[in-house]
């Protein structure tokens, strides 16, 4: 070795000591452990290897473990290297005996090395330090802190990558391929011959393959002065579209009409640079269709003017415009299996506005599939087979397909939902607005600032990204240094205004509308951010979803799909607001319709495992109504309400549980039929997972009331009522225990005294319990105790007005039988008074224009007076609050009833008016409703 390259790595190797001194002795000694260095041996051993987690690594296992929780791409104490220390490896690298320093088979990597990077070793030799090579060799790997966890990052990066693009090959279940391809396909027309997927020996040079006709509503105002518009395949050459005459045409038999067609080039060449085979391309299929042609048609008569063939193709209807904000259309999947970048993916977009995913699939790995079927259980995703093409022996047009098929997936995709705007990109690629806006609120603001755009570009960016923030979540991506670089734009598009797009621009546009120029927003691409999502990203979305990813880790298995044990649900609107799934959970047990249904209400996060005391303390069937509180029916809140009570022991003997939610648009047909294959996702049994999932949020005040007031605690009542089988109904809240035999007892009663068609209710006394008692009481000697004790307690006694009915101490005195009987019959002239009663299952509904917690049971009772009902209240049997309110729960109730006055006082003024028009010969005998907070 010359003398200058000596002592240029002797300076080498003293700038590494000095560095080194100022490292932490923790650190120090964590890195000489991992890697065995000791300074007193003198000969050179073999390699020791880092990698990622599940690899062998040489060292103790305690120090190892160690090294990985200091410098796990997740821990906080995750450091990079900088900048100028980059250049001093790169310089440092170029030396002319790299050969003797670096170790053979080591990668060296940054974050500019290409992702698909599958194996990384890093090789530290272990040294002796009073051997010259060992020296120059010391001097290159005693690095400073951050640069060992940038290299163990990249090394965790590339074993993710291995992991991830290998996994997903199972082949016993998915054939010699490891993938599941698309077992549907478009209507796929060969002029004139209808074929099916596979060997056509009908397929020639002159075929024209056709995917779909939609009809576009051109003027989109509901005229129909309108376009039919299909997208086909045909060989490369200008025999259809560069032609005088005209090449197809379509007959309407209805109105024995024939209206010619033109064939619209895409524009893109063929073949051409990325694409040496292609010898088919895509192309425009239109039609002009009159007004009141538009408005019936159904089907049509494709006939190929150069052969003279016809065949009949359905039309698609133009879709309902819906309420989504985004909808992002993906281009076909080919032998797609990275499941956590389109996990990460979807989750990006939905952070970001988007409320529905439209996939195309040909090949996809199980795990992809899996996780797709998951999406569109939730509603937010629409999965669209995509399968080849015809070929025989001679013609193959799938050679072409991976190029140009996408162009008419993307077009497709814009006709099939009617979102307000709509976007095309790819699972490796996200549109990041500057600024703490979110992407759709970020679109908003720019359309609104030109009412004729209807595409909005964003340019092509490379982005440096401040490493150290890497901590803060995605808010680090809102600190990076940007540059512009050619490449090809994105856009986002209102759809309605647009007639035909690619991948990267829309090319026509209609009417008088315009495309906006380049926004300064970044448009991120492929590598510049998959070294994140891939390593920091699982960890990222773990701390904010981490019910989503949980779920998601434990439920998307290669087998979950397709195997549900729960039957087909459907879906009934109950009015304008809400509709409701019955049999969630059907009893199997049919008891006989002369029984006393106990019907129950709550609301998804009130449902818990205290619910089996109800399934022990009831011997007649149950009917339960559980209001969903969540925006979409396919919900993590369906999936906690369904567990819970699923995992209760034997609750499908004799309970009924149904679902009530919202009208929003996630609330049609389709997205209810998937519920069961939705819910058998979840693994209940898992009773950890579903504690993570599920564990109960805390709330403030402020939230409770919220939560209260948009309880529609009638709905649920009069729901869960009607879906009861039985004669006989006792309506009760969720913390309502009975008297042993109650049902038994008041049977005996409601059959001689509730005959049909009569006016009359069984009423018992309620009374509140101290949660502090030992025991609950199960007849009147026991309650008597309790309350003798002050355990025990009239129900609210602080409002007797309530709950209050005379003669307690003769009831008490009364001796319990097997055959009760009525001790009295009590006139309803207290308008508080709202007694609890067994009745006939054809007493009014509950007024739903009433709202929890101001009167919403207590106007039943008050028509139930102006109807001349009878309250007859019994002997022996009586039912329990569990626990007495506390003073701050009722100033929290009391809160959300001022709250609830204005509404209030409004549905008591027309109920009086109903009332009184209805029955007015009750007038005088049922009290005056007088508003009186």
């Known amino acids: 070795m010359n003398r200058s390259l000596r002592k240029e790595h002797e300076d080498v190797i003293n700038i590494q000591k000095r560095r080194w001194q100022r490292i932490p002795s923790d650190v120090i000694n964590t890195f000489h452990s991992t890697f065995n260095v000791n300074k007193n041996r003198r000969k050179q051993s073999k390699f020791a290897v880092i990698s990622a987690k599940g690899h062998r690594m040489s060292g103790n296992t305690s120090v190892v473990e160690d090294f990985e929780s200091k410098f796990s791409p997740c821990s906080e104490n995750t450091a990079f290297i900088t900048k100028e220390e980059k250049s001093t490896l790169t310089t440092t690298s170029s030396q002319s005996e790299m050969d003797v320093i670096s170790p053979p088979n080591t990668t060296i990597i940054d974050a500019t ?5 599958q194996i990384i070793q890093i090789d530290p030799y272990i040294y002796s330090e009073e051997d010259e090579t060992t020296k120059r060799i010391m001097g290159m790997i005693q690095i400073r802190c951050h640069q060992i966890a940038f290299l163990y990052f990249t090394a965790c ?16 279940s998915m054939g010699k391929s490891g993938f599941l391809e698309a077992s549907e396909v478009y209507q796929i027309v060969d002029y004139g011959e209808q074929d099916n997927y596979g060997s056509s020996d009908k397929l020639s040079p002159k075929s024209l393959l056709l995917l779909k006709l939609h009809l576009v509503e051109r003027d989109f105002n509901g005229n ?95 879709v309902a415009k819906s309420k989504e904000e985004l909808m992002v259309c993906v281009p076909p999947l080919y032998w797609y299996n990275n499941h956590l970048q389109l996990f990460i993916f979807v989750e990006t977009w939905r952070l970001q506005g988007a409320s529905h995913f439209i996939f195309y699939y040909s090949t996809v790995s199980m795990d992809v599939f899996n996780l797709l079927k998951y999406y569109e259980a939730m509603g937010i995703v ?101 540059s512009t670089i050619k490449g090809p734009t994105k856009y986002v598009a209102v759809p309605e205004r647009i007639r035909n797009v690619d991948s990267h621009a829309v090319s026509k546009i209609f009417g008088n509308y315009t495309s906006k120029g380049m926004v300064w927003t970044t448009y991120l691409y492929h590598a510049f951010i998959l070294i994140y999502l891939t390593v920091i990203g699982p960890c990222l979305f773990e701390k904010a979803h981490p019910r989503r990813s949980i779920i998601l880790k434990h439920n998307i298995t290669k087998n979950s799909i397709g195997k549900s044990n729960l039957r087909d649900l459907q879906t009934f609107r109950y009015n304008s607001k809400y509709v409701f799934v019955p049999n969630v959970i059907k009893a199997k047990t049919h008891m006989g319709a002369s029984r006393i249904s106990l019907v129950l209400h709550a609301s998804d996060n009130y449902v818990n495992g205290d619910f089996v005391k109800h399934v022990n303390n009831w011997d007649g069937p149950i009917s339960v109504g559980v209001y969903i509180n969540s925006p979409t029916i396919n919900s993590i809140e369906s999936i906690c309400a369904y567990c819970k009570l699923i995992n209760i022991p034997n609750i499908d003997h004799k309970v009924s549980v149904h ?88 049977l005996y009663m409601a059959r001689k005294l509730l005959t049909q068609n009569t ?29 003798a004790k002050r355990k025990a ?135 005056a409703l007088i508003p009186k907070f």
């Open 157 to 172: 990066f590339a074993v993710y990558l291995l992991i991830f693009f290998c996994r997903n090959y199972p082949v016993e």
């Open 224 to 318: 129909f002065t309108s376009l039919l518009r299909g997208y086909a395949f045909s060989r490369c050459h200008d025999q259809y579209h560069n032609t005088s005459l005209p090449a197809i045409a379509i007959l309407v038999k209805e109105n024995n009409l024939m209206i010619p067609g033109v064939i619209r080039h895409n524009g893109l060449t063929c073949p051409w640079q990325w694409s040496p085979r292609c010898n088919w391309n895509t192309f425009y299929v239109e039609f002009d269709i009159p007004s009141d042609v538009g408005e019936t048609i159904k089907e049509v008569t494709f006939i190929n003017l150069f052969t003279k063939q016809m065949a009949t193709i359905s039309v698609t209807r133009p």
């Open 759 to 787: 006016k009359r209710v069984l009423v018992y006394r309620i009374f509140e319990v101290d949660d502090s008692a030992e025991v609950m009481p199960r007849n009147k000697e026991m309650l008597y105790d309790l309350m």
């Open 793 to 927: 307690q009239i129900f609210h006694r602080s409002y007797p007005k309530g709950h209050a009915i005379p003669l307690l101490g003769e009831w008490f005195k009364v001796k319990d039988s097997a055959k009760p009987g009525v001790q009295v019959k009590v006139l309803y002239h207290e308008k508080a008074w709202e007694p609890q009663y067994v009745s006939l299952r054809n007493i009014p509904d509950h007024d739903t224009t009433f709202h929890y917690p101001l009167r919403d049971n207590t106007a039943t009772r008050w028509q139930m007076c102006r109807e001349n009902y009878e309250f007859l209240v019994m002997n022996d049997v009586f039912m329990y609050h569990r626990g007495i309110k506390k003073d701050h729960e009722n100033k929290t109730i009391e809160k959300a009833r001022a709250r609830a006055w204005g509404s209030y006082v409004k549905a008591l003024a027309n109920f009086s008016r109903r009332m009184d028009i209805m029955y007015p010969k009750t007038k005088s005998k049922c009290p």
């Open 382 to 482: 629409s999965m669209i087979p995509f399968k080849s093409l015809p070929m025989n022996k001679r013609i193959n047009p799938n050679v072409s397909i991976y190029r140009y098929g996408h162009i008419l997936a993307i077009n497709d995709c814009l006709l099939r939902r009617k979102a307000k705007f709509a976007t095309v990109v790819d699972v490796d690629e996200f549109l990041v607005p500057v600024g703490n806006k979110t992407f759709v609120d970020f679109v908003k603001s720019e359309f609104n600032k030109d009412e004729k755009a209807a595409v909005l570009y964003f340019q092509h960016s490379a982005l440096h990204f401040d490493l150290k923030k890497i901590n803060d979540g995605f808010g680090f991506l809102l600190h990076t240094r940007k």
């Open 113 to 117: 090395t290409p992702p698909n990077q």
């Open 659 to 746: 679902f009530i939610y919202a009208i929003s648009r996630d609330s049609n047909a389709r997205s209810v039929v998937q519920l069961s294959q939705y819910l058998a996702l979840a693994k209940c049994s898992n009773t950890v997972l579903l504690h993570k999932i599920c564990k109960p949020v805390k709330v403030s005040e402020e939230k409770k009331i919220e939560n209260m007031l948009n309880y529609p605690i009638n709905v649920v009542r009069n729901i869960a009522r009607k879906l009861t089988l039985t004669h006989y109904i006792l309506i009760a809240d969720l913390d309502h225990m009975f008297s042993e035999h109650f049902e038994e007892k008041v």
